[in-house]
């Protein structure tokens, strides 16, 4: 079947441009993550889905970032007045239903730069 | 608060030689531990994870890891190294305590197979 995947690959922008990354995540899967990781880091948590609602934020790391998923599927990350400071590789994942050691499904990343 | 440190931001081994990255975590309860790969211009994909039983975890293409609880580490090895084992690695812990399975990663490690 089909894995995670998130369009655009790759977004250059505008600082002070508005932007959304999309994802798709694995067909079933209830949990949703995105994920920053910055050059030479490891992915940085952002937000977690359950269904619709985003069950912890506490990784956005300032209210420019909002995150939804509508229909318990396709999540869209919106960056608001971008800054340089954003650009990143954003990554989406999706496990099963979240819970306990679930495999978590990565996608291959939405490159964010911001000029 | 959970954390993971890798030592070793670059591993540089010969082509059939050991491949050893280490990790150390720090976490209150005894955690879920993973090991993820990231190829170039790839999403990150599972090698193995540790969630209970077994202490000694095998993965994918040939890697196994050891949790170690008086050591707090879980260490990657691999017996014989491959060309196509070059890579980004990434340790990562799950803290048990939360209700669904936020992962925090480590740095990652940089592997080199020289010829």
């Known amino acids: 079947g089909a894995g995670v995947s998130q369009t655009p690959s790759n977004k250059v922008t505008e600082k002070g441009k508005y932007v959304e990354l999309r994802c798709d995540p694995i067909s079933g899967h209830t949990a949703l993550y995105w994920y920053r990781q910055s050059l030479g880091q490891g992915p940085e948590f952002l937000i977690y889905f359950q269904g619709t609602g985003a069950a912890d934020d506490s990784g956005l790391p300032n209210d420019r970032f909002f995150a939804v998923r509508p229909e318990g599927s396709v999540s869209t990350l919106k960056i608001q007045r971008t800054e340089r400071g954003d650009s990143a590789v954003y990554l989406c994942a999706s496990s099963l239903n979240g819970n306990g050691p679930d495999t978590q499904y990565f996608g291959p990343g939405t490159r964010l730069t911001v000029l | 608060a959970q954390s993971v440190t890798q030592l070793g931001s670059h591993v540089s081994v010969s082509e059939g030689a050991l491949v050893l990255l280490r990790c150390n975590y720090s976490s209150s309860v005894p955690p879920y531990l993973f090991w993820y790969v990231q190829y170039p211009n790839q999403g990150l994909q599972l090698l193995l994870k540790y969630t209970t039983g077994a202490t000694l975890v095998k993965g994918i293409n040939g890697f196994e890891a050891e949790f170690k609880k008086s050591e707090t580490s879980f260490h990657l090895t691999k017996p014989s190294a491959h060309m196509s084992d070059a890579a980004e690695y990434f340790c990562?812990?799950?803290?048990?305590?939360?209700?669904?399975?936020?992962?925090?990663f480590g740095p990652g490690t940089s592997l080199s197979v020289i010829p």
């Open positions: 990562a812990v799950s803290d048990r305590k939360t209700s669904y399975d936020k992962v925090i």
